[in-house]
Structures are given as structure tokens and as C-alpha cells.
């Protein structure tokens, strides 16, 4: 029947935010990776629609973030709303809280239509030609040769893959595949894993519309607790608004069949709780009704040759806005480890991480879900205890609470070796900051920066480089990495110092910092400021991240932005201990085809 | 000959910039407006680049400004060389000056392809649909009916167009003729309009290129006087510098033939100028050389049914980049001064505005720009008199100094009726600054908001809303707004209010403030604060247009962002006045046809 083959380092299935962010992850890479969705053509209209700040600097990291930021709209303001005892249980506005985390230093959430953000994420990978992208095709079969996985040249899986329209088939063998294919996931199923969680669902009615109402908060995100049920509310673009309801009053083990729910109970829920302020809607572009599944997959990947991110693994309720940024981070996490993988020839054993590294955060998530779930649902609930989740729900959503554990990529301080009062730890995300730049003067936040390349980054942090002992140590350092480190890791190596830029000149700087190209001359786009800019302010980079300007510091980002490690600059070369433990491990020589069989199973 | 006929209310010859601006003020518009251009496609590549922040803030209010500024790179810092008597004349650093102008509270000037400029307002044009866009199309004849050019319904003006592909001709009668056909304007020449000014021309060379070179100010904004010459740079989007260099050492009346000139004679020139630095340039993806003539035309306009725009009616040299910025700010005058009175049946005698306006802008740059050009040229300036030109300069080519005559569309304010300390005078461009929106907190540039959509506006400054005297003030001019003048003016109404905003409920305010739409329910996207957002500071607007918070002020603005009048609010029936003179005169009835002839000339 197969009419066609085809060899990929990489194959992806389905184009939502999962996959798409994986593909994203190979831009300007040569290597060969695919993408194939069931679907026609990207998503149009609907589903999720919140975006943390810690996803926007994933997009801002895929060169989109400004695209997409341009016509999303940002959540500012919490509004809580309660029956009021005095006035009968009339709903009442009892606080109104800033929608912001310090540690961010921006807007936590902006709002935009997931067809709008997959489109712009599939238009990005059509600019860069880096991936070849199949609508209207499905996998039909896998195979995956056993003797074959522990050999890096090799083609370990054979998927049969089918267009919709045509009926074609189409065989492709490829090194790893990453399955991105939703809540029913064909390769989940597929590879028999577990999906395990609870099962009796929760109804919840989710409806965008374009409002008419006295509702005085309906430009904010708002929870009104009423004593006939509770709505959510998130402002959006072009003048929507969406709404969130328990269809079922949080009952769990309902009998209510989201797919008999219509629009209009929705709205005429939305109705009831928010009298005596009245709602109509002129418009309502898109509206759906689900029941809630809570689960997590018992396996995200297998023989580190197949992955599955996003829905595929975890599922739980849109209220705390999770579904597309765990998956886009899921994306995010597979996607350059196997970009690493191929293009550097690295010891395919990271790949475990991204099974130890997501898993957990979506188990916490799913944790975190229903007891959030109840909240939303409970009718009893004070405005006290709603707060307190919801600002729990904050910290966990935001991402900057995550930590991965000590791994191959993860590598614990030793407080010995660690300078004093860094906030920085290894495992973390690096929190975005703004900085200035040495050569043109222009600040910019890191992430628009730190593009999504695939290699691990060195930030050098030297301190005050107007200070003699300071600048000596950074030239001695420079000395070193470009003798030991710099040539060999494929490193992207970025300063930024703490002096006042203009008593720092770029070309007196070891030229390891501003690295030459016979192409484009010096590198005018590694070495930044600390330092005020002249229209946005000072980043206060030393001091939001703890850094000592005396001590400096040299942190290794792993390309999605977690840190690897930190140490002082006489600790250097614990940076080439790091490397050297990527490198493949002997059980298989790198290069070598059918090496000894060795299952991970 | 002629195969097809059309009727267009306006005509745009030439899809440069001022043709493109005009054409972009037509956009939501359902005027017919067609533009022609002689050229295949979009500009491709060179010509001008830079673009000051007037300039991004018409691009801002055609809803672009975001897309050009993702690509473009800003300048921040001037960097004055001169030959150090010290050390034998080499050239040394003298100076670096912050590119930046206070009241602009931003960069002054950001950088990027011309062409890329063009295409992107070419998009914009596409996405709206508003305009209909003829490539290959040149003008072949015009004749214009005196005896209809007073009738508002006529078209009095018929052009032949012809396809320079295949040679077909069409007929199109035109209300109003735009035209913004470059330096060689075919339609200046059909209407023997003189182009007075310096004929002998002084002879530069244009250079873009990916630069290899140790001199250290390559990614600023540079001027070097050497005993050899004087060149500048200025730092371009991905990773190109542009040289502007004197070929002919700044003399007059010479013989060099830009045509004659090779690149790699203005690389030299530069290199000389450099020396002892080395710069080399690995890719000059554009360059030109061309002979400077600095003329205005005699006329702007004929009969105030034909205008001429951009470089068809004023040359100079590039040097303070001012050729796309006076053509984008032509453009933006007469686009919609067309579309108000086509739209709202104004007055026609606004038109004369036009040319009042904006020959004596031109007039003034072109001799800004001989003293400027001589002060580049000149081998013996010192660094003081070159500084003072450079400021001088920046002042100028910022647009905030100008100021409009008195008009129908400017009135001069008599003392007496003015409210204390204001610094917003009438004919003066409303400075940019930045507002919190009431409703969801998120803070915006006020020409980010207010988009190009043809109509006045009228801002309202009530002061501090949580003042009971100061709210009850504000109501009574709503209710008068509501009585008076909002139904028939097209007024759009924005409050920008100085009370905290947790302070104010949007749907206390009167509703004229916050138009109630059957669509759309209320708007809320009209009344601001001037408050502190929660991620980027306080527009502190009130302090920076000197208005009182007890007094408060009104502030009509025209379409262009001009401030035509400013009022206390007791003076708030002047604003009825102002519209009642935009009413057409009676020499000719609205809507009648072949009225009463009587010609401007
Ligand atoms: C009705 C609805 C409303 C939602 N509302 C919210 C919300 O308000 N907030 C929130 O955070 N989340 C919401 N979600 C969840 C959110 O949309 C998902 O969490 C998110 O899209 C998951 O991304 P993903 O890439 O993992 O999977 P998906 O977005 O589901 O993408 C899977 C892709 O795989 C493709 N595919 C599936 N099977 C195959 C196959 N066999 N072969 C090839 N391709 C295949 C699909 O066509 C699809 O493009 C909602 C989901 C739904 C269904
Ligand atoms: C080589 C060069 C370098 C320059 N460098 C700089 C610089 O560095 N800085 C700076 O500020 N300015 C520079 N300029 C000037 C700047 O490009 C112009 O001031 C600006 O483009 C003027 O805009 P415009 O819309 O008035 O005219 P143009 O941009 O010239 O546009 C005129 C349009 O009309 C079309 N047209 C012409 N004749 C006809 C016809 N008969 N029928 C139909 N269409 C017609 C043309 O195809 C063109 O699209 C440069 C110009 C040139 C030529």
C-alpha cells in the first residue's frame, strides 16, 4: 500500500500547541523533522486563550512574542465577587486584587485565541522552512525496532502514516517521534500507556461572547461566587469575554452530557449568577461544554526514542488557564533536548529528563487542579478561602516556583562553591530582566534576546568592569574559555556587566565575549549593561537576581531557559566537567551504527 | 483608446510614501479611493531608513507601528569624532550625545528599510480592503473641468491612466488628485507647477553594508570630521550600518556625475575618513550616489482639487533623514483633511489648509537643510559649531516644534478663555504619552489608541474625578455634550482623568463618555487614567502637558494628532462654533450639483 518513504530525525504528530512548539524548538536547524495533523488546516477559533508570561517568553524566544502580543489582550486586575450578608446575598465586589507577580516585573497572562496563537506558530515555522508540515495526515502503525534504539544513526521507528483526503500512505522511518496528538491521543493508546486519574467527570460550560451589561468589572478577570453558582470571567480580545461555569453546580459523578449542553444554558447560567446586573450577548463566536478528566499518563516517553507532550499525558479543567501553557512547555522541554541530541551528538540519557522534569509538574498540576475545581465549585466558600487559592494557584501557574530536579542537565550547588545571596537555582527558569546593550545603547528583555537555538547558553555576569580587579578576572576568564571550553560545547557565551556602559569600549574585551565572524565582523550582540537605558528604565539585573557585583557569577542555561548550574568564576571549570558528562557514554560509540542492544525498558 | 472608465472619489498617483500615507488614511473608509503606481510591485530594497517618532506615531495610528518596530533598529546615541590636535589630527571621540529629545519620552528615531517600510503599509492597505491598488499604472493625461470644481458632488478632474504592461487605457474621473509621484513628479510637470531652489547639485554617497571594521562606534549614530572628510553612519536593522558620505568634499557646483559613481569609491572615501580604523564591508546589499537639489514647488495645490506630496514638491539631501518623514507627515495632512470633508460634507475651503500648512514646513527644512549640509561638508567646523547644527537639528527634524498658522482648523487661543500653564498650543502636534485604560487597567500610548479613523477628537481633561466639584463639572458637560454637539460633530469623546482609577466607576460617568452601542454594549475603551500601571510607570500626563488638575482643560484634536483649539470647560460652546465653520459656506448647497462656478485660482 505505501506509496512513499521518508527518513526524519524527527517526527512529530498533531499541530496544537504541544507539537507546534516542538517544531518551533527546530527552527534553522538542518535537521530533517516533520510535522502531521488529522486536521485540514491550523485550528481557526476556540479553546484555550490564556498565555503566561512564562509562555509569551517561550514565543519571544521563537522570534513571535511581539506578533502575538500585539493584538492579545493583557489581564491586569482580579475582581472577587461574594454575597454580601448585608444586603440578602446580593453579589457584591469584595476585593480587587493587582494581576502581577513581583518576580515577574511584567503582566502575568495576556488572552488571545488559541487558533490565532497556532496560526502564528505555524506561519513562523512555514518563515523558516526548517520543518516540513503535512496537514490532513494520520499515523496508522508503528513499529519500533528494539535491537535498534541504542544506536544513534539509527531509524529505530517505522510509522505508516495516511492522508485523509487521498488514502495514500506514506512509511516513514524516523529517529524519534514525539507524539503532540491531544486528549485521545492515537500514540498514547496506541503504545497501551496508562491515562490513569480520575474518570467521573465534571460538567463545565466555556463561552466566548462579545457582552452586553451593567456587570461593572467585565473588562477584568472576575469571580463571582453567587449563592446560585459561580462564573469566571477573563477578558479578550476584540472585545470578548469569556466565561467559565459549573454546569452541574461541582458535583462530581454527574449525569449531565456536556455535549447536550446549548449555548444558551450557558449563558443563562452566567445570568443567574451574575444578577441583578443583567448579561446579553450580541455575539458568541464559540462556545463548548465538556466534562472534566483529571488525568496523568503513566509513561511521557518510551525507550527515550518516543514521547508524548501535552494533552496526550495530562488532562485537568481550563479554569486555572493550564492546558496550553503546560503543553507549550512540554514542547518546549522535548524539543531542543532532541535538537541537543542530533545536532551536538550528546549522550542520549538526557533525554530521561524530560519524563523525570514533566511528569512531576504535571502531576502537581493535576493536584493543584482539583483542589482549585472545588474552590470554583464549592457555594460555601468564604472569600477568604477563595483568595488564599487562588493566590496559590498564582504562584504554581506562573511557572517560577517550578524546579527540576538534579539530573544530567540539573547539577545541585554545592554551597561551598556557591557565592553568597544568589537567587538563582539550578533547575529554576532564569527569570526574564531587561538589559542594556554595550554597543548600541538599546535595552532589551533577555528572552527576545535568548532565541531558541538549541545550544546552552554561558551568561557571564563579571560585576563592575570599571573596577581593575573585576575587569582582570573577566580577561582571565576569558583567556580560559577560549582555550578550554568555548571551541568544543557549541556555548553562546553573553556578559552582562555592571559598570556604567559608557566606561566599558566592546574591543577591549577579550574577544571570546564578541566573537569574530569572516562573515559579519565583530559580534556587537553578547556583551550588555546593567545599567539604565535611556527610555525603559534600569533592569536592576544584580539585584532581582541576587548576583554580587564584587563576586560576579557564570550561570549555564539550558536552552529553555532552566539554569544548570551557577558557580563563582574559580569554580569555571565545573563547566567542563558538565560538558564532558553529555558527551555519549561508551556504552555506544558516537558514529557507530548497530551498537550493542541495550533496552532502557 | 480608452477601454474602461472609473469614478473615484480620490486618485493617489505614486505608492511611495506620501502616497501610501495618504492611502492608509482611507482605511474603514468606504470612500472609493484608488491608488496607481507606475513600478510592478512594492520597493523592494534602499532609499531611506530612517524614521523619526512623528513619524512612528502616524504608522502607530494606522495599527503598524508594532510590526515595523519588531524589525527596526532604534538609535540612542550620536558619538561626535574629530581630528585630535593632540595627536597629529587623528581622528578621536569627542563626544557622545543621548539621541534623545525629553518631551518625545521615547527613541527619537528608529531605523529600517524603506522597503520594507512600504510593504508593510502596502499590507496594511491590502488587509483593510479600502483601497483599491493598480500596479504598472502611470498617468498619460488630465484634464480638469474648471466650471465644476466648486461643486462638492463633481468630478471635476477625468485622467487617463494607462498599464505599462499591456499598453490598455482607462478613464477615471476623480473627485480630488493625490499626487505623491517622487522628485520627477509627472503630474508637478503636467500642471507646469515651478520647482525653484538649488539647481547645481552637491554629489553624495549612499551606502548600506554588513561592515567588518574595530572602529568602536559602528552600532551608534556616528559623525566623523577628519582632515579628509566628514562621514556619518547610522546603525540598521540586522546588523547593516548606513554611510553617508560627501563625494565632491562638500563643493558646489560640481562636475561629479552621481552616475559615474562605483561603490567601492564610496567605500573608500569612508575608509579614508576612518583611517587609522579599518573597515571593511563583507555584503553592500545597496548603495547609490546622487546629486542634491534643494527646491520647493511653487504651489502645493491646484484649485484645492489637486495636491501635490512628498518629494514631487520638496528635495533636499538625506542628511537629517527627513525625506520620508516630511513625505509621511504630507501625506497624513491632506489624507484626511479629503476624507472629512468627502465623509462629513465639510467645508472645502479647509483644503486651502494644505498647502498653508505644509509649504512652509517644507520651506523651513530645505533651509535647515542647506545650513546643515554645509556644516557636514566643511573641513574646518569645530566640534562646538557642529554640535550646536546637530541640536538645532534634532529639534527640527522632531516635528514638535512646529506649528500650524491660524485656520479653520487651528484657532489661536485668546488669553483670556486660556486655563493656566498649558503647554499644549493650538497648530501644535499633541506630544504622545501614555494612559491606563479605566476598565482593565492595561496602559496604552495615546496613538496606539487613537487611530487613524478621519475623525476629530475631543479630550477631555476633567481632572481629579474623586473631587465632588470637579465630577459634578464633568457631568454638566456631558449632559451638554450629550444636548449639543456629540450627535452631529463625529466627535470621538476620550476622558483622561487624573483621580486614582479604583477611585471611578466607568458607568457612573455620564454616557456620552462611554458610548452605549446596540452591537456592542458600552465602550470601554474611552475613558483613561492618568495613573500609575502596574508594569510601566506613570504617563504622568497632566504634569507633562501642564494641565491643571482643578481647572481641567478640553483639547480638540484633529485627525492628524494637531491640536486645533483648547478650552476651559466654561469656554466649552467655542467647540460648537468650531464645527459650525467646518459646515459649507453657502456659495455652494451641499449636495447640489453643477453649482455656482467660482474658482480658486
Ligand atoms: C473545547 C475545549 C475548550 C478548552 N478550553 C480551554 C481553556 O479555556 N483553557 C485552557 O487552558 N485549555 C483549554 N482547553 C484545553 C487546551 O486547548 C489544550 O490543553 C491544548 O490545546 C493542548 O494542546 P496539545 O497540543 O497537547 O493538544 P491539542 O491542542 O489537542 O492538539 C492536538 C493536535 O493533534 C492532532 N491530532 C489528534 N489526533 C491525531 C492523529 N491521530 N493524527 C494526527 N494528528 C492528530 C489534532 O488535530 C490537534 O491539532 C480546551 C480544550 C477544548 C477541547
Ligand atoms: C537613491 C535614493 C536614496 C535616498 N536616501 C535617503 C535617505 O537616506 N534618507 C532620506 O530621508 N531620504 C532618502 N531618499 C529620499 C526618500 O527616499 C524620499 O524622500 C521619499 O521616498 C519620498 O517619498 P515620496 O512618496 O514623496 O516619493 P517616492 O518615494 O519617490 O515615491 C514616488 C512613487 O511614485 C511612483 N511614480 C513616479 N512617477 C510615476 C508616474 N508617472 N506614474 C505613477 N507612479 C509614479 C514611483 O514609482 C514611486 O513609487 C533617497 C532617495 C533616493 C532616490
Redesign the pocket.
Known amino acids: 500500500m505505501a506509496t512513499a518513504t521518508d527518513d526524519v530525525d524527527v517526527l512529530i504528530?498533531?499541530?496544537?500547541?504541544?507539537?507546534l512548539t516542538t517544531a518551533n524548538s527546530f527552527n534553522g536547524s538542518r535537521l530533517r523533522v516533520r510535522l502531521?495533523?488529522?486536521?485540514a488546516a491550523p485550528?481557526q477559533v476556540g479553546?484555550?486563550?490564556?498565555l503566561k508570561s512564562i509562555s509569551m517568553e517561550v514565543l519571544d524566544s521563537f522570534g513571535i512574542g511581539d506578533t502575538i502580543l500585539k493584538d492579545a489582550q493583557p489581564c491586569e486586575e482580579i475582581v472577587l465577587w461574594n454575597p454580601d450578608p448585608k444586603r440578602d446575598g446580593v453579589i457584591s465586589r469584595t476585593m480587587t486584587i493587582p494581576d502581577r507577580v513581583e518576580e515577574l516585573g511584567k503582566a502575568r497572562e495576556v488572552t488571545l485565541d488559541?487558533g490565532q496563537i497556532e496560526r502564528v506558530m505555524v506561519e513562523n515555522l512555514y518563515k523558516h522552512g526548517s520543518v516540513r508540515v503535512s496537514w490532513n495526515?494520520?499515523?496508522v502503525a508503528l513499529h519500533t525496532d528494539l535491537s535498534r534504539i541504542d544506536d544513534p544513526e539509527a531509524y529505530p521507528s517505522t510509522l505508516t502514516v495516511q492522508n485523509t483526503e487521498t488514502g495514500i500512505r506514506e512509511t516513514i522511518r524516523a529517529k524519534y517521534v514525539v507524539g503532540?496528538?491531544?486528549?485521545h491521543s492515537?500514540l498514547r493508546k496506541y503504545l497501551k500507556i496508562g491515562f490513569s486519574g480520575d474518570l467521573t467527570d465534571s460538567t463545565w460550560g466555556?463561552m466566548n461572547l462579545v457582552p452586553k451589561t451593567n456587570f461593572p468589572d467585565i473588562r477584568k478577570v472576575f469571580v463571582v461566587h453567587s449563592k446560585v453558582g459561580t462564573v469566571m470571567g477573563v477578558p479578550r480580545e476584540n472585545k470578548l469575554v469569556r466565561l467559565y461555569i459549573s454546569m452541574d453546580g461541582g458535583t462530581r459523578h454527574t449525569s449531565i452530557k456536556a455535549q447536550n449542553i446549548a449555548p444558551e444554558e450557558i449563558l443563562e447560567a452566567a445570568q443567574a449568577i451574575l444578577a441583578p446586573y443583567t448579561l446579553e450577548a450580541s455575539r458568541i463566536p464559540w462556545s463548548?461544554a465538556?466534562n472534566v478528566g483529571q488525568r496523568v499518563a503513566d509513561e511521557f516517553a518510551r525507550y527515550d526514542r518516543i514521547f508524548l507532550?501535552?494533552?496526550?499525558v495530562h488532562t485537568h479543567s481550563?479554569k486555572a488557564?493550564?492546558?496550553?501553557n503546560t503543553?507549550i512547555q512540554d514542547g518546549y522541554n522535548i524539543g531542543w533536548k532532541l535538537r541537543y541530541v542530533l545536532e551536538q551528538k550528546a549522550d542520549r540519557g538526557l533525554l530521561s529528563t524530560y519524563q523525570s522534569e514533566r511528569r512531576p509538574v504535571a502531576q502537581a498540576l493535576i493536584d493543584f487542579d482539583k483542589a482549585y475545581l472545588e474552590y470554583f465549585a464549592r457555594k460555601d466558600i468564604t472569600h477568604d478561602e477563595f483568595l488564599d487559592a487562588y493566590l496559590a494557584g498564582q504562584a504554581f501557574t506562573t511557572g517560577i516556583h517550578i524546579q527540576y530536579p538534579p539530573s544530567l542537565l540539573v547539577r545541585p550547588v554545592s554551597t561551598k562553591s556557591q557565592p553568597r545571596a544568589v537567587k538563582l537555582a539550578p533547575g529554576k527558569r532564569l527569570p526574564d530582566f531587561q538589559m542594556v546593550n554595550q554597543s548600541d545603547a538599546v535595552p532589551i528583555q533577555a528572552y527576545h534576546r535568548f532565541t531558541s537555538h538549541g545550544r546552552f547558553r554561558l551568561l557571564v555576569f563579571p560585576g563592575d568592569l570599571s573596577q581593575g580587579v573585576t575587569f582582570s578576572r573577566y580577561i582571565q576568564l576569558g583567556e580560559w574559555l577560549a582555550s578550554s571550553l568555548a571551541p568544543s560545547s557549541g556555548l553562546e557565551i553573553i556578559t552582562i556587566h555592571a559598570a556604567k556602559r559608557g566606561y566599558v569600549e566592546l574591543l577591549d574585551l577579550h574577544p571570546v565575549f564578541r566573537p569574530w565572524s569572516d562573515e559579519e565582523g565583530w559580534d556587537y550582540w553578547c556583551v550588555y549593561a546593567d545599567d539604565e537605558s535611556y527610555h525603559k528604565g534600569h533592569g536592576r539585573v544584580y539585584e532581582r537576581l541576587g548576583i554580587s557585583k564584587e563576586e560576579g557569577l557564570l550561570v549555564l542555561l539550558r536552552p529553555d531557559g532552566y539554569i544548570s548550574l551557577t558557580c563563582g568564576f574559580e569554580k569555571a571549570g565545573s563547566l567542563v566537567d558538565f560538558f564532558k558528562e553529555l558527551k555519549p557514554k561508551s556504552r555506544t560509540r558516537p558514529g557507530a551504527t548497530g551498537g550493542g542492544r541495550q533496552s532502557n525498558l
Open positions: 504528530i498533531g499541530a496544537g500547541p504541544a507539537g502531521i495533523d488529522i486536521k485550528l479553546r484555550a486563550d490564556g488559541q495526515t494520520q499515523p503532540g496528538d491531544g486528549a492515537w466555556v463548548s465538556y507532550a501535552g494533552d496526550a481550563p488557564g493550564q492546558g496550553m503543553s
